[in-house]
């Protein structure tokens, strides 16, 4: 679609009309009159931001003014300067930007600096006004700022703030660290921030929580970083001050370099002296992940020398996980049991947790007692809950369509701002910036988000302008609805149909594929750099061109559309070979390399087992989470497909060790 036509399906209103739909009309002196320039000139400001060039910025800015994307280019330029802008520069922005996601993104900004600079007066005063709320730095300040001028009661809320953060964080460690030196928050929280630092390898988390309580300890948690071994072995250690704490996080910091050495040490008397029953589990439970991230028999007997209780939800994650995977139903009972309310909720174990109750049952009371849980969670909106619609006798089907959008839904979502300038941004090249305020125009800029009805209608615009990501992650946040076509588009299909029928490939295996990894986007290109749709490795083109007998290909057309639907089927279709047409493993080899699910299959006498079971016990998140979105995928566009009921358990299958009466060819990747 050219990109007039989609400027004249935006009908925007105001300013953007004139300047977007009209630019001969646009008698702004210092707009310039190609509308070609004047979006050179955004992305001109755009890099300037980047380069943090404050003269350019503000050089550049006049010649925006009544550009449809002057919002963007005012942020910039006052976010660029923002330490030295006066009150009045900032209000003047919230002024004449009112209401837009540059207004908001800006005031998070200043609300960050406001707390660094402890103006709790001002912040006090605008913190109300920020729509967005999400910002949890943001929302750590707002809690100091209660607290220090209201004396209000935010213990709670900053602990569980801070423990949830995945990083080291400014505004969180501030508010902690108040209530630790008013004795509002005990140490223990603290100690527990140092472990789950410890634990996910994230040193800055550890030191940051131990110099809450004493800068002083900084350079020894930094020492047992670096060499956990060197302090448990030294004889001084127990003439040291805090040894108790300290030397848990050297038996986490151990656990994570080597969970055998972690189990032989803790085990040793003067530790079990000295730690407390708390402690103790608390590192069984690292020892006890790591050995099941490592897929090792041994993780559930480390499991089991600690209490469920006084383990991390992370620690319970694996656990669950270790005993599905040794066939153990009474320990996957147990540790989902003892997880938290939210996440025992959560539709994986949820479904875990029914099969577990089933596995046990030895009656149909007991039978019908397990499967009732299934029903709150049966549903086509993802990997568990069509499983549990499976488990309950169905089969996957397409839900009836919604009623579309009407003329006058659609006009709504067309007429707004937020909507028009996404688009705009997106069309001209700034993806990032467009999809920022989409997400905010549909999920934040009021209390809520958008109702269904209005997610229909922006996601069917995003549909009708081939922005097929917003379109997709638009429409899977109605609550009410489902609408699957809309979820799951099928663009480029007849190149997809004929590239899949030559070489013997399901259509709806490559579609769920390509909507997981690039959500459609033509020139995606992730940070380790894969490109195009199917999001292909440079070398792994290369190698995959000369086996599908692609003799002339260059690098460059990697993202041209035929040429990387061509070698990202050619590949795929190469390891689901590879992998005795199992769609789980070959998933699993297309995200992490196809050397990695080998080993996760285990060695010869490993057990057999669902591979819905092998996907949960895979290693790394990101790529359990992938293949298991993939298969979802592929079981919904299989059923639009071909408009018949489908099983996502027969495309699951099981998984087991090699044959090793057959030889092992091996994809010799470079």
């Known amino acids: ?121 001002t912040f006090n005063r605008e913190y109300p006004l920020y729509r967005m709320g999400d910002d949890r730095s943001v929302r750590c300040y707002g809690l100091l700022a209660s607290y220090t001028t209201q004396g209000a009661d935010v213990t709670n809320a900053v602990q569980d703030t801070w423990l949830s953060l995945k990083d080291a964080d400014e505004a969180c460690g501030s508010a902690a660290g108040q209530l630790i030196k008013d004795k509002k928050l005990n140490t223990h929280v603290a100690w527990v921030r140092a472990r789950l630092g410890m634990e996910n390898d994230k040193l800055r988390i550890a030191t940051q929580a131990v110099a809450l309580m004493d800068p002083d300890w900084v350079k020894t948690v930094n020492a047992i970083y670096l060499n956990p071994g060197k302090y448990l072995n030294d004889k001084l250690t127990a003439l040291r001050p805090q040894t108790r704490e300290l030397v848990s996080l050297a038996l986490i910091r151990q656990a994570f370099l080597e ?52 383990m991390h939800e992370d620690h319970l994650v694996w656990a669950a996980r270790a005993a599905l995977r040794a066939g153990r139903w009474a320990q996957v009972a147990d540790a989902i049991a003892a997880m938290p309310e939210g996440l025992r909720n959560d539709p994986t174990w949820v479904y875990w947790r029914a099969r577990a109750q089933l596995a046990r049952a030895t009656t149909d009371v007991a039978r019908t007692e397990a499967l009732r849980p299934l029903e709150n969670i049966a549903s086509v909106k993802g990997f568990y809950e069509m499983l549990a619609l499976e488990e309950l006798g169905y089969k996957v089907v397409a839900p009836t369509r919604p009623l579309p959008p009407t003329l006058e839904e659609k006009d709504t979502a067309k007429s707004n701002p937020g909507l028009a300038r996404a688009l705009y941004a997106i069309q001209i090249g700034l993806r990032t910036e467009g999809v920022r305020e989409w997400n905010y125009t549909t999920n934040l800029h009021a209390r809520g988000g958008m109702d269904d009805r209005g997610l229909l209608a922006a996601a069917d615009l995003a549909c009708k302008n081939e922005v097929w990501d917003r379109c997709i992650n638009t429409s ?195």
Do not use: C
Request: aromatic fraction near 8%; charge should be positive.
């Open 476 to 670: 899977e946040r109605t609550k009410g609805v489902i609408d699957l076509e809309q979820r799951f588009p099928m663009p480029f299909k007849s190149a997809v149909m004929a590239r899949t029928q030559m070489i013997g490939l399901e259509p709806a295996y490559v579609y769920g594929l390509i909507r997981q990894e690039s959500r459609f986007i033509m020139d995606a290109k992730s940070g380790v750099g894969a490109s195009g749709l199917m999001q292909v490795m440079p070398a792994t083109a290369r190698w995959t061109a000369k086996k599908i007998g692609l003799t002339d290909f260059q690098a460059h057309q990697i993202t041209d559309r035929d040429t990387n639907i061509a070698i990202g089927t050619g590949y795929l279709k190469l390891v689901l070979d590879d992998f005795g047409g199992s769609m789980a493993m070959a998933a699993a080899a297309y995200n992490a390399g196809p050397g990695r699910p080998r080993l996760w299959r285990g060695q010869t006498g490993s057990p057999t087992v669902e591979a819905a079971i092998w996907a949960e016990n895979v290693p790394f998140t990101e790529t359990r989470d992938y293949v298991k979105k993939v298969l979802a995928n592929t079981t919904l566009y299989a059923a639009l497909i071909t408009g018949q009921p489908q099983s996502l358990k027969a495309r699951l299958g099981t998984v087991g060790p090699r044959d090793t009466s057959t030889p092992d060819p091996g994809l010799e990747l470079p």
């Open 1 to 121: 679609m050219q990109f007039s036509v989609i400027l004249t399906s935006l009908a925007l209103s105001g300013a953007l009309v004139s300047s977007a739909l009209a630019p001969a009309r646009a008698q702004a002196r210092d707009l310039p009159r190609d509308p070609t320039r004047a979006d050179e000139v955004v992305l001109d400001m755009a890099q300037a931001y980047k380069q943090r060039d404050r003269k350019r910025l503000t050089a550049l800015l006049p010649q925006l003014r009544t550009h449809p994307l002057e919002p963007w280019a005012a942020y910039w330029e006052l976010s660029a300067r923002l330490d030295d802008a006066s009150p009045n520069d900032i209000q003047d922005f919230f002024n004449r930007h009112s209401g837009t996601y540059q207004e908001d993104r800006l005031r998070a900004e200043w609300l960050l600096q406001l707390g660094r600079n402890r103006d709790w007066d």
């Open 259 to 310: 969970p055998l050495d972690a189990a032989v040490e803790v085990e040793k008397l003067r530790w079990k002296a000295q730690l407390t029953q708390e402690e103790r589990s608390w590192i069984w439970g690292v020892i006890g992940k790591r050995a099941a991230q490592r897929l090792s028999d041994d993780a559930l007997g480390y499991f089991a020398k600690g209490q469920f209780t006084q």
